[in-house]
């Protein structure tokens, strides 16, 4: 059972919300903020005001999170390790979840990335 029959069985989206756990749910959360505001590549930053947000503070996040959600990775699957069954599955979904986030930052991130080498 993947992360998407979770959500669509019966019920699927509020256990696969609380398999989840607060903790990790903000730190998704966190990694979906990340990926709304990512920085076009030609953007100059701005030191003052609410565009210092978006232009000094979320490019410096970014790699962060990523790094926090790969750990996230690595525990999840030291912990599948030692399980079987319903909870093995559960961290299946983790790995799945995470592993999408993580996509989604690194490519939305890309190309503000790449126009800062030389």
């Given at each position: 059972m993947d992360a998407v029959d979770a959500v669509v069985e019966e019920g699927g989206?509020?256990?696969?919300?609380?398999?989840?756990?607060?903790?990790?749910?903000?730190?998704?959360?966190?990694g979906l903020v990340v990926?709304?505001?990512?920085?076009?590549p030609d953007v100059e930053p701005v030191r003052h005001g609410w565009r210092l947000i978006t232009t000094g503070v979320i490019p410096a996040l970014s790699p962060m999170v990523v790094m926090v959600i790969l750990f996230d990775m690595l525990m999840a699957r030291v912990l599948m390790s030692d399980t079987e069954g319903r909870r093995r599955a559960r961290y299946r979904r983790i790995l799945k979840t995470d592993g999408i986030v993580v996509a989604l930052i690194v490519l939305s991130w890309m190309p503000f990335f790449l126009s800062l080498a030389p």
């Open positions: 989206l509020k256990r696969w919300l609380r398999d989840l756990g607060a903790l990790r749910l903000a730190l998704l959360f966190m990926v709304v505001f990512a920085a076009d």
